[in-house]
Nanobody
Framework: VQLQASGGGLVQAGGSLRLSCSAS????????LGWFRQAPGKEREFVAS????????YYADSVKGRFTISRDNSLNTASLQMNSLKPEDTAVYYC???????????????????WGQGTLVTVSS
């Protein structure tokens, strides 16, 4: 499945952004999805994930309570609503798809099968 992330930009601390991940195939609904981010000089890290049916979601502790992951299988899209943004949230954000369900410990990039190209989020202080 081909994924494309969008919605990044420049925002002040405390602001909000909504990232979108669109897929090219109706088979999108068979995949679990995850959002990851990578800041300059750092490893790619897990942000949030959602199972194929949208029932179960998981978050990194650093974003819990501020970010919300969701999906609309009828539109082949997923979203990451980011509120109360902090400068440390600055990174390139990637959406990824996994052929199997995710659980709370499915946080390693290598556990995902397909990746989008990334969208840059910059949070100014």
């Amino acid at each position: 499945v081909q994924l494309q992330a969008s919605g990044g930009g420049l925002v002040q601390a405390g602001g909000s952004l909504r990232l979108s991940c669109s897929a090219s195939e109706r088979s999108f609904r068979r995949y679990s999805l995850g959002w990851f981010r990578q800041a300059p000089g750092k490893e790619r890290e897990f942000v949030a994930s959602i199972n194929f049916d949208g029932v179960n979601t998981y978050y990194a502790d650093s974003v819990k309570g501020r970010f919300t992951i969701s999906r609309d299988n009828s539109l082949n899209t997923a979203s990451l609503q980011m509120n109360s943004l902090k400068p440390e949230d600055t990174a390139v954000y990637y959406c990824a798809a996994r052929r199997f369900e995710v659980v709370s410990t499915t946080i390693r990039p290598r556990e995902y099968d397909y990746w989008g190209q990334g969208t840059l989020v910059t949070v100014s202080s």
